[in-house]
């Protein structure tokens, strides 16, 4: 069965502090990712990984930044919280796709829920 | 710029009813879409999916339809049941490789016995 794991289902962390989400996935896929979920506004990319070492941006990267050491881990950092990054942070994985006949989706861990004080 | 719009935040619907939700979108190079399923306190789990080339995928109660002319999908759910309730991510895909998903704001549905 696939699995996305995230470190924490609950943090509270205080304004200011750095703060590291932890996620792993046990699918070998290339492709990871970090969203952020907010009432109204869905699910934004914050940042993305094709391959380790590798990231690239999202829709919303101020204030975060990522690290991905290992294929199967994906690290989001919020170098010093603020109480705007209060939200439901998901991480998710895939595979490099090539094609239209290629399943692609992605599958995504439980969510973090942080909240900045 | 919000390139995929799911414009009703709720939609309530009696149990072994039709449920339709809708999502636009305005980006005419993705090339596949699909829908997420999410419970509160949960990550989304994928439901079903349709690529650009085709007009309509099939998966048990859930049907997917495509409208490229229209820039729009709908997520059919027949009959409805309770475990339905959820809220319902439409999310398109750009490009191959590492494939971005962008998601819609989503839609609360209640399935009412």
């Known amino acids: 069965d696939v699995k996305v794991t995230q470190s924490s289902r609950y943090l509270v962390k205080r304004t200011g502090e750095k703060v590291f989400l932890e996620c792993v996935q046990d699918?070998?896929?290339?492709?990871m990712f970090w969203y952020r979920q907010d009432p109204g506004l869905g699910l934004r990319l914050i940042y993305f990984s094709y391959d380790v070492k590798m990231k690239e941006k999202g829709d919303i990267p101020e204030g975060y930044s990522v690290s991905r050491e290992k294929k199967e881990r994906f690290s989001l950092i919020l170098e010093s919280a603020s109480t705007n990054q209060t939200s439901m942070y998901l991480c998710?994985?895939?595979?490099w796709g090539v094609g239209l006949s290629r399943n692609t989706e992605a599958f995504f861990g439980q969510g973090t829920r942080l909240t900045v004080v | 710029d919000q390139q995929v719009k799911q414009n009703s935040p709720s939609l309530s619907v009696q149990e072994g009813r039709i449920s339709i939700l809708n999502c636009d979108y305005t980006n005419s190079m993705f090339d596949y879409f699909l829908w997420y399923k999410k419970y509160p306190a949960e990550g989304p789990t994928f439901l079903i999916s349709?690529?650009?080339?085709?007009d309509k995928n099939e998966d048990g109660r859930f049907t997917v339809f495509l409208n490229k002319s229209a820039k729009h999908l709908s997520l059919h759910i027949v009959p409805s049941q309770p475990g339905d309730s959820a809220v319902y991510f439409c999310a398109a895909r750009q490009g191959q490789g590492a494939q971005k998903l962008v998601f819609g704001q989503g839609t609360r549905l209640t399935i009412n016995p």
């Open positions: 699918m070998d896929h290339e492709n």
């Open positions: 998710a994985s895939s595979l």
């Open positions: 349709i690529s650009s080339i085709k």
